[in-house]
């Protein structure tokens, strides 16, 4: 595809602030935005993908149950990196059903290899590459296939994405769920962040979630996570005016406030009104995956999965893999994974590990090489408003894992 001109000024413009990646070692500036090619997919294959989606996402929610009570038993190897207490919150959570909000899947797929799609983990607490997957790419869609916002420049081409509108009526979903709960709707719905991203994703991405809510007829605002108390005496959170939160949106990883200052107040009070809700803790972790793995063995879509104890890697243990990829619970964008697979040896930097790791079989990323990269791998993401799934963003590396350098690239769907 030949991209836009001016391309660079019109996604800032439309949201995406966040589109220049410096490379830390090599100094090199590139951008996460890449609208000189695009995915495109059948009808066929949209329904196929869709269809695995909302299954895994069923089959999720029962590997959340499990790990709700496996988790706990004090011989168990599935240990979660996270408090008894916090487990028990998110078992609590998950019982009472307080609603998702949203989540994608990570799925290996190319289409033309035979193999069916797999999922390679589940983003669940605080997924990323919402503003371009329901935003920016359909802003692109509406320039290259639409005329005036309406007419085919070329028929038979859409793109799956039906976000934007459906997080706005998952909000009016959620209201009427705290309306109907607590007998009355909260006046005030403060959507958190934190600071300490540098890009502005985080804010924009937070930003751009109130602005479905405020459109479904919510009043929201802002707050920083690190401006949220605890007031004691009456066992609620408040903001930075010592409001009380009555609904909360934070994207802030559970596990991380689990070990803070307030976390044992939220264990033990257990809200219902944080979103994402608690019980995503046992989605947002890789156990899920062995979870999974051991419920549903030899499933079609599952990657074999298995925690992977300390005193197994020491060992050199690799669980009868030849080929296998070792990630801690709780990294994200790549972080500390080890590749050892596809003639490759790889150890990525980060910070993450300590809450231990599991084990996977080495599952190949399909590679899509053209003049703008030599190497174009896809990770499809699909997401989920709710249970249903409404969506797909593509990102895509020039290695094997896909991490902080990865391109988001549009798609489209011919009918």
Wanted: hydrophobic fraction near 35%; proline fraction near 6%.
């Amino acid at each position: 595809m030949a991209p836009r001109p001016g391309w660079q000024e019109t996604v800032a413009r439309q949201g995406l602030v966040f589109d220049k990646t410096v490379n830390e070692v090599t100094g090199t500036i590139s951008h996460y935005w890449n609208e000189s090619a695009c995915y495109e997919l059948t009808v066929g294959e949209v329904n196929l993908l869709e269809g695995v989606s909302e299954n895994l996402h069923r089959m999720s929610k029962d590997a959340a149950a499990f790990l709700a009570e496996e988790s706990l038993k004090p011989d168990s190897v599935f240990n979660l990196g996270i408090p008894r207490e916090a487990i028990e919150y998110a078992a609590e959570s998950l019982r009472r059903g307080d609603p998702s909000f949203y989540s994608r899947f990570d799925l290996v797929y190319s289409g033309n290899d035979g193999r069916p799609p797999k999922m390679l983990e589940y983003n669940a607490d605080t997924p990323t590459g919402l503003i371009e997957a329901s935003l920016i790419q359909w802003y692109w869609h509406e320039d290259m296939h639409l005329k005036g916002g309406s007419a085919l420049l070329e028929p038979g081409l859409d793109q799956w994405n039906g976000l934007h509108e459906e997080l706005i009526e998952q909000w009016k979903r959620i209201d009427d769920h705290l309306g109907r709960l607590h007998g009355v709707r909260p006046h005030m719905y403060h959507f958190g962040y934190t600071d300490a991203d540098d890009s502005g994703e985080d804010l924009m991405t937070v930003g751009y979630i109130m602005d479905t809510a405020v459109q479904a007829g919510l009043t929201g605002k802002l707050v920083e996570m690190k401006q949220i108390g605890y007031d004691r005496a009456t066992s609620r959170f408040t903001d930075g005016e010592n409001r009380h939160l009555e609904a909360i949106f934070k994207l802030y990883p559970w596990e991380d406030m689990m070990f803070e200052e307030f976390g044992p107040c939220i264990a033990r009070t257990r809200p219902d009104y944080w979103f994402q809700p608690a019980w995503t803790m046992f989605l947002s972790t890789k156990a899920l995956s062995a979870a999974l793995w051991h419920l549903y063995p030899g499933h079609e879509n599952l990657i074999p999965t298995y925690m992977y104890p300390d005193e197994a890697r020491a060992s050199g243990d690799t669980m009868g893999f030849s080929e296998y990829v070792v990630k801690p619970l709780h990294a994200r964008e790549g972080a500390n994974i080890e590749l050892h697979g596809g003639g490759l040896d790889i150890v990525q930097d980060g910070g993450w590990g300590v809450e231990g790791h599991v084990i996977q079989e080495f599952c190949e990323l399909p590679d899509f090489p053209w003049t703008d990269h030599p190497h174009n791998r896809p990770v499809l993401g699909t997401w989920m408003v709710g249970d249903e799934c409404y969506g797909l963003g593509v990102r895509e590396s020039d290695g094997p894992i896909t991490d902080y350098y990865c391109r988001f690239v549009p798609n489209r769907v011919r009918s």
